[in-house]
């Protein structure tokens, strides 16, 4: 039941997370084209307001569950070495602690990505952690 529940946790804060990164590049970074940058940075800032709100604590819930989820699958390493599952198991849990850092550092501390400023990177990482955390199971 513990182990559901926090599944559960995983997959909505990771809706959550990476729903803000599809909309941000998929659609609003759009509006840029219809507006002048004085409406874009207004219709910008009042957007970023509401997910400040919430998305950087669904990252977060999504780190914190995945340190759970990944303590209870990743098993013993045999004598043969790390199974394809732990492989991949462990790049996704690798790119998804770095974006945890990257954001906690980024909202709570002020600190700035030193590489990849833009939206775009945590887009492509969110899409590649889901690939993998669908082939690591195949
Ligand atoms: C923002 C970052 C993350 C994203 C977008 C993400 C995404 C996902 C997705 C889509 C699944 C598949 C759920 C399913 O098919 O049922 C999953 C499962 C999993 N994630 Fe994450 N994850 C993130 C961070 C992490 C971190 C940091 C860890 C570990 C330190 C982690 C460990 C796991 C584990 C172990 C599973 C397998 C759970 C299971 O199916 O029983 N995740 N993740």
């Given at each position: 039941m513990t182990y559901l529940i926090i599944h559960l946790l995983h997959i909505f804060s990771v809706?959550?997370?990476?729903?803000?990164l599809f909309t941000d590049n998929l659609f609003l970074s759009?509006?840029?084209?219809?507006?002048n940058a004085e409406e874009h940075s207004r219709v910008r800032e009042y957007f970023m307001k509401y997910v400040r709100q919430v998305v950087p604590k669904s990252?977060?819930?999504a780190v914190l569950s995945g340190i759970y989820l990944i303590?209870?699958?990743f098993g013993p390493i045999s004598e043969a070495g790390l199974s394809n599952f732990q492989i991949l198991l462990g790049i996704k849990a690798f790119l998804g602690l770095w974006l945890g850092v990257r954001g906690v550092l980024q909202v709570f501390f002020g600190i700035q990505p030193l590489v990849f400023k833009s939206h775009t990177f945590p887009f492509i990482l969110?899409?590649?952690i889901i690939f993998l955390s669908q082939l690591m199971f195949s």
């Open positions: 809706f959550i997370y990476g729903g803000f759009r509006i840029k084209n219809d507006l990252l977060i819930v303590s209870v699958n969110v899409v590649i």
